[in-house]
Nanobody, 127 residues
Framework: QVQLMESGGGSVQAGGSLRLSCAVS???????LGWFRQAPGKERELVAL???????SYADSVKGRFTVSRDYARHSLDLQMNNLEPEDTAIYYC??????????????????????WGQGTQVIVSS
């Protein structure tokens, strides 16, 4: 059984930073892990993915500003968000795909690859 729980959300001014963490329980050593976000009235969109070997991939909108990492010893998936913009305001979710097939390419609609989700953490960026 895999369980995911996000923490670290909050309110920040544009240009600021936040670090999100996702506590991961269960066997996820070969899993693709990811961060998604959903703004009001919008579909859930992919933010970042990370392979079991630590290889990351990012949505174009966050490249150069966000960094995803996973720590097997701490059972944690993290997202460091720098230079935040009001457009980053959303509920952020961590997710796990346990099927050992590698991460999908970054593209719309990838949420359907992931069967396991956290409850989300709110990020608000004010201008």
């Amino acid at each position: 059984q895999v369980q995911l729980m996000e923490s670290g959300g909050g309110s920040v001014q544009a240009g600021g930073s936040l670090r999100l963490s996702c506590a991961v329980s269960g066997n996820t050593y070969s899993a693709c892990l990811g961060w998604f976000r959903q703004a009001p009235g919008k579909e859930r969109e992919l933010v970042a993915l990370i392979e079991s070997d630590g290889t990351p991939s990012y949505a174009d909108s966050v490249k150069g500003r966000f960094t995803v990492s996973r720590d097997y010893a701490r059972h944690s998936l993290d997202l460091q968000m720098n230079n935040l913009e009001p457009e980053d305001t959303a509920i952020y979710y961590c997710a796990a795909d346990l099927i050992p097939r590698g991460c999908p390419t970054v593209a719309p609609g990838r949420a359907s690859f992931f069967a396991h989700w956290g409850q989300g953490t709110q990020v608000i960026v004010s201008s």
